[in-house]
């Protein structure tokens, strides 16, 4: 059973939709690259993926333990090479104003960031430089 349909718009755009939820996301191919850059490009969604998907295994393991990721923030950089174009490098830097202060459970939760399935399913030649700023 298909978990998303999507439509191609013309002028470089995509809509799909989230079958279970409803949701939609739409794209637009970036402006270095023919496009109109006014959403995610598929290479971002990408990147945000990633990052997306270290944070809910992050989360799982934090309430496992009884501990709240409240305050926890992230910023990506998405770096892309251009022959042939792909993504090259993702750079997450997480913040967290107030982390737990407990060594055990910061690296629990920094080694379940870095093997969720996201992270696991990339090709290994794509670099992941994940910075942990707690």
């Known amino acids: 059973m298909p978990t998303i349909k999507s439509v191609y718009q013309g002028n470089l755009r995509t809509n799909m939709r989230h079958l279970q939820s409803g949701l939609e ?3 637009d191919a970036p402006v270095d690259n023919n496009g109109k850059g006014e959403a995610f490009s598929p290479t971002d969604l990408v ?3 990633l990052g997306s998907c270290m944070v809910t295994i992050m989360g799982i393991v934090a309430e496992r333990d009884g501990v709240s990721l ?3 923030s992230w910023e990506i950089t998405k770096i892309m090479n251009s ?3 792909k993504i090259s ?3 997450i830097d997480f913040h967290w104003e107030k982390p737990v202060n407990d060594p055990t459970i ?3 939760l920094k080694n379940a960031a870095k093997t969720c399935p996201v992270a696991l399913s990339l090709d290994p ?3 992941q ?3 942990f700023n707690f």
Do not use: F, S
Request: hydrophobic share 50%.
């Open 129 to 131: 430089t994940i910075n």
């Open 47 to 49: 990147a945000a993926a």
């Open 106 to 108: 910061l690296q629990k």
């Open 89 to 91: 490098e993702i750079v």
């Open 70 to 72: 409240e305050g926890l």
């Open 125 to 127: 030649a794509l670099k």
């Open 25 to 27: 996301v739409i794209t």
């Open 83 to 85: 022959q042939p174009r």
